[in-house]
Nanobody, 124 residues
Framework: QVQLVESGGGLVQAGGSLRLSCAAS????????MGWFRQAPGKEREFVGV????????NYRDSVKGRFTIFRDNAKNTVYLQMNSLKPEDTAVYYC?????????????????WGQGTQVTVSS
């Protein structure tokens, strides 16, 4: 049974930092991509970034480039989302997701497995 377990959300002031973790278990993820998405109240789920377990450069949405970094620890089967210089508009529930890597990596429908989500709230 595939499980993605997120942790690390919380309340932070604007300009602060948070690190989210996503621990994956239940299968081999070597051909998979791990995506991060977020969903604010009343809005659609949106792509944040993606990294492949097998390597390569992560991809990010424009609004988080230079502030967010995705990296992985293969030995721990864990992917991280380091968020710096947080802004109130980053407030959302953040989800990690796993799916076979494709060019549609920014589409939530391309992912087969999802974590439960973790709340990130940035105060102004």
């Amino acid at each position: 049974q595939v499980q993605l377990v997120e942790s690390g959300g919380g309340l932070v002031q604007a300009g602060g930092s948070l690190r989210l973790s996503c621990a994956a278990s239940g299968r081999t993820f070597s051909n998979y991509a791990m995506g991060w998405f977020r969903q604010a109240p009343g809005k659609e789920r949106e792509f944040v970034g993606v990294i492949r377990w097998s390597g390569g450069i992560p991809n990010y949405r424009d609004s988080v480039k230079g502030r967010f970094t995705i990296f992985r620890d293969n030995a721990k089967n864990t992917v991280y989302l380091q968020m710096n210089s947080l802004k109130p508009e980053d407030t959302a529930v953040y989800y990690c997701a796993a799916g076979l890597y494709s060019v549609l990596y920014n589409d939530p429908h391309a992912y087969d497995y999802w974590g439960q989500g973790t709340q990130v709230t940035v105060s102004s």
